[in-house]
Each structure stands twice: as C-alpha cells, then as structure tokens.
C-alpha cells in the first residue's frame, strides 16, 4: 500500500518564506508554522464535510446492509430540504416471487407541503388497501408505478377499484419529480388521483407543474430502502394481459417476476 504523501508548500512559497525570516532557523519555523496550519485546515475542512451533512449525511439510501447511495445526491430531491416538521413516515414493505427482493422502503410523507395527498395515502394504508398489490408497471429509467392491481386466482393482472373519491391535485406545492421521490399516478383529468403511486427512478421534472402543465402531485421522499427500489427497475419486464374496468387487454411494462406490496405501516 502507498503511503500517502505528506502535504508541503510549493516551492515559491519556501522562497518567499526564507526572504522573510532572514535566516536559516527563522526558515525552519516559519515552515513548521506553514505546515500546521495548513494541517489544521484540512482537519478543520474534514470536520465541517462531516457535520455539515454534505451529501447524503444523515440519511440512510440502504436498506438492511444494502447501498447507502442517494437517489439525489444529496437532501434536497423533494425540490428542498427535508422538512423540519414531524411528518409521518411510511414503511411499504415488499417482496418479490423470487425473492432476490425483500425489505423495506421508508418514506417521508410531507403533510406539510401535500396534505389532502398524504392524508389520502394515510387512509389507504390504513384500510389495508394497498396489501398484497403489485408493482405492475416498470419503465427503466422513469417510474415504478404500484398501488392498483393485484393477481387474480386466473394468474391475470386485475385491477382493484380504489375505495375513496379522487382528489385535488396538489402538484402546485413546490415540489419536484427529482429521483427518490413519491408522486400520485392519475388519468388525463388532473383531479383523478385515488391510491396509485410512484417513485421516480430518475428526475422527470417534465412532469411538474407549470402554467401549461397541471403536474403530478410529489408527496414524498425516500429516506431508506432506495437500493430496493433501483433492484425492482433492474427486472426484465413485458407485456401482459389484464383485466382493468376499461376492458380486457394488454398492459405494457409489467415486471416478469411479482413485485408484492406486503403491507404499507404508517408511523405518525
């Protein structure tokens, strides 16, 4: 192993030193007093990236001894820093037929900044709703869409009537659809959103809101478990027959191996 070498002023720096001091000890003093502050800075610099939360400190991207890599490289995937407030958290466990997946994603809800959408999301798990759902929609380097269908006694992926009325949209909140974070699936109509989510695998910001653009409502962010959500986007996915109340047909983008919400547990 290299040893690494030891930190010296250039040249110039020795010079303009030993013009100053006049003499041969006053150069050698002048130079231990360069070298520890200079030292002192380094140590002070590695202090400051430590306890500043450089990155992703005090967050954890793993999950069980998994990746502790942040989906955004740094706090501020929500479009801002973590909120300050006590926001609830949810823990939505899953778990893949092979079992190559297993664990828990653990989100922050931001009531504060969405709290029609978190409350609605709340409800459902709650209920108990999203049990046993699937991922049933995967696109590489987009989305991961769960949360509204489930496989039938038939094998067919069938989709699951949500239980509450659609709700306002609230993607004029501030936040954005950078990676990491959770967002409301819905139709063409901006207010249709019921229970399906999704977590952003990259940043989409051409689904915010604008003036031209109604959005998609961010209500979250992953604070642990990302390294599940980047092994469920690796599965091979195709198309598949389902049944949906728009008639029997294919769906695109369904991940070859079920990807299963086990359960969604609420901490408020």
Same mark, same amino acid.
């Given at each position: 192993?290299?040893?690494?070498?030891?930190?010296?002023?250039? $040249?110039?720096?020795?010079?303009?030193?030993?013009? @100053?001091?006049?003499?041969?000890?006053?150069?050698?003093?002048?130079?231990?007093?360069? !070298?520890?502050? !200079?030292?002192? &800075?380094?140590?002070?610099?590695?202090?400051?990236?430590? #306890?500043?939360?450089?990155?992703?400190?005090?967050?954890?991207?793993? @999950?069980?001894?998994?990746?502790? $890599?942040?989906?955004? &490289?740094?706090?501020?995937?929500?479009?801002?820093?973590?909120?300050?407030?006590?926001?609830?958290?949810?823990?939505?466990?899953?778990?893949?037929?092979?079992?190559?997946?297993?664990?828990?994603?653990?989100? $922050?809800?931001?009531?504060?900044?969405?709290?029609?959408?978190?409350?609605?999301?709340?409800?459902?798990? #709650?209920?108990?709703?999203?049990n046993g759902l699937v991922f049933h929609?995967?696109? $590489?380097?987009?989305?991961?869409?769960?949360?509204?269908?489930?496989?039938?006694?038939?094998?067919? !992926?069938?989709?699951?009537?949500?239980?509450?009325?659609?709700?306002?949209?609230?993607?004029? @909140?501030?936040?954005?659809?950078?990676?990491?974070?959770?967002?409301?699936?819905?139709?063409?109509?901006?207010?249709?959103?019921?229970?399906?989510?999704?977590?952003?695998?990259?940043?989409?910001?051409?689904?915010?809101? #604008?003036?031209?653009?109604?959005?998609?409502?961010?209500? &979250?962010?992953?604070?642990? &478990?990302? #390294?599940?959500?980047?092994?469920?986007?690796?599965?091979?996915?195709?198309?598949?027959?389902?049944?949906?109340?728009?008639?029997?047909?294919?769906?695109? @983008?369904?991940?070859?191996?079920?990807?299963?919400?086990?359960?969604?547990?609420?901490?408020?």
């Amino acid at each position: 192993m290299s040893r690494r070498k030891n930190i010296e002023p250039d $040249e110039e720096t020795k010079e303009t030193i030993a013009r @100053n001091t006049g003499s041969k000890s006053g150069k050698f003093m002048v130079m231990a007093v360069v !070298l520890i502050l !200079l030292a002192a &800075g380094i140590g002070s610099a590695a202090y400051f990236m430590v #306890n500043t939360g450089h990155s992703s400190a005090g967050i954890d991207y793993g @999950n069980e001894g998994g990746s502790m $890599e942040s989906p955004s &490289g740094d706090d501020s995937g929500s479009g801002g820093e973590s909120s300050q407030t006590s926001n609830p958290i949810a823990l939505i466990r899953v778990r893949s037929d092979d079992g190559s997946i297993d664990g828990v994603i653990k989100v $922050e809800l931001y009531r504060d900044k969405a709290p029609i959408t978190v409350d609605n999301f709340i409800k459902y798990a #709650n209920d108990g709703f999203y049990n046993g759902l699937v991922f049933h929609r995967i696109v $590489e380097n987009f989305v991961a869409q769960g949360g509204g269908y489930y496989y039938g006694h038939d094998g067919i !992926l069938t989709y699951k009537n949500a239980t509450y009325p659609p709700i306002k949209n609230e993607a004029n @909140n501030g936040l954005s659809n950078v990676e990491g974070t959770i967002a409301m699936a819905r139709t063409s109509d901006p207010n249709s959103a019921t229970s399906q989510f999704y977590f952003n695998l990259k940043d989409n910001t051409n689904l915010d809101y #604008n003036s031209n653009n109604p959005g998609y409502c961010v209500f &979250g962010k992953v604070i642990s &478990g990302w #390294n599940l959500v980047q092994d469920m986007a690796k599965i091979p996915t195709h198309q598949e027959k389902a049944h949906n109340p728009w008639g029997d047909g294919p769906m695109q @983008n369904v991940p070859e191996t079920h990807i299963t919400i086990v359960s969604v547990t609420i901490q408020d």
